[in-house]
Nanobody, 118 residues
Framework: VQLQAFGGGLVQAGGSLRLSCGASGRTFTTYGMGWFRQAPGKEREVVAT????????YYADSVKGRFTISRDIAKNTEYLQMDSLKPVDTAVYYC????????????WGQGTLVTVSS
């Protein structure tokens, strides 16, 4: 299974970006997908997750009300709409996919850099 993330870039504080991540490869069943990020010198943290079957979402407190995760089941693609971006959102963003309800993500994308300038 391969995940490819797109949409990172440089944006001014208060601006918006939309990330997308498509999954392809061998036949698999998606339980859920998520977005994670890792800022320089910090550990990777979860940003948002979405369950495939019913669209149930989870957001880190730091992004609630600003970020929106969504999915396109037919395309096996997830999106992350990021609004009201802040410099603290600067990080490499990774998408990930889980095939079972274990809480573990089995496949990871290559990461896309988001830089928010002040």
């Amino acid at each position: 299974v391969q995940l490819q993330a797109f949409g990172g870039g440089l944006v001014q504080a208060g601006g918006s970006l939309r990330l997308s991540c498509g999954a392809s490869g061998r036949t698999f069943t998606t339980y859920g997908m998520g977005w994670f990020r890792q800022a320089p010198g910090k550990e990777r943290e979860v940003v948002a997750t979405i369950r495939w079957i019913d669209g149930r979402t989870y957001y880190a407190d730091s992004v609630k009300g600003r970020f929106t995760i969504s999915r396109d089941i037919a395309k096996n693609t997830e999106y992350l709409q990021m609004d009201s971006l802040k410099p603290v959102d600067t990080a490499v963003y990774y998408c990930a996919l889980s095939v079972l309800a274990t809480g573990r993500y089995d496949f990871w994308g290559q990461g896309t850099l988001v830089t928010v300038s002040s």
